[in-house]
T-cell receptor
């Protein structure tokens, strides 16, 4: 039973470029959330997708956008990259509507470095 | 801001029980206590969660005080592979987990 898978594992981009990160949820899960983890910090919530719509958003600018596909997989897009966007980007999946009694399962992330 | 307070670091001898405390004095009646851990360069790994009763699974036990203002995660026989950052999280009815800085547990031989 595959867990949450993310690609690529590592990525190097230049300031001003755009990047797309991909996530496949755990089998049986239909909800995907994205988190950003800066070095030495805990993960921070970016947004959540369910039924192909953004349902909840954290305190991130519009440069961060996403998409969910009919097969529940998801993409995170970041435009106009800044040096401060360098971080580990984590995808988590869960099963609604059981919500807060249903654990989120995380992937191992994509390490993005912006130079 | 995180609704939990944890010590920044703890040590534990291999084979001994590791008891990780967490304070969550402002927890609401329908919020769950979740524990995750993160080993270097990996994503957070779910450990256990509970509402008000003590819980046990193959990884750990979770003891929640009667007033629900604090909890303790217990790893009964710590191994070197348990060295990680442990996060205690109070979760509402969303997937927005608010992580604090966690407790860095070092298990030594």
């Amino acid at each position: 039973d595959a867990g949450v898978t993310q690609s690529p594992t590592h990525l190097i981009k230049t300031r001003g470029q755009q990047v797309t990160l991909r996530c496949s949820p755990k089998s049986g899960h239909d909800t995907v959330s994205w988190y950003q983890q800066a070095l030495g910090q805990g993960p921070q919530f970016i947004f959540q997708y369910y039924e192909e719509e953004e349902r909840q958003r954290g305190n991130f600018p519009d440069r961060f956008s996403g998409h969910q596909f009919p097969n529940y997989s998801s993409e995170l897009n970041v435009n106009a990259l800044l040096l401060g966007d360098s971080a580990l980007y984590l995808c988590a999946s869960s099963n609604r509507p059981s919500s807060y009694n249903s654990p989120l399962h995380f992937g191992n992330g994509t390490r993005l470095t912006v130079t | 801001d995180a609704k939990t307070t944890q010590p920044p670091s703890m040590d534990c001898a291999e084979g001994r029980a590791a008891n990780l405390p967490c304070n969550h004095s402002t927890i609401s009646g329908n919020e769950y206590v979740y524990w995750y851990r993160q080993i270097h360069s990996q994503g957070p790994q779910y450990i256990i969660h509970g509402l008000k009763n003590n819980e046990t699974n193959e990884m750990a036990s979770l003891i929640i005080t009667e007033d629900r203002k604090s909890s303790t995660l217990i790893l009964p026989h710590a191994t070197l592979r348990d060295t990680a950052v442990y996060y205690c999280i109070v979760r509402d009815n969303t997937d927005k987990l608010i992580f604090g800085t966690g407790t860095r547990l070092q298990v030594f031989p």
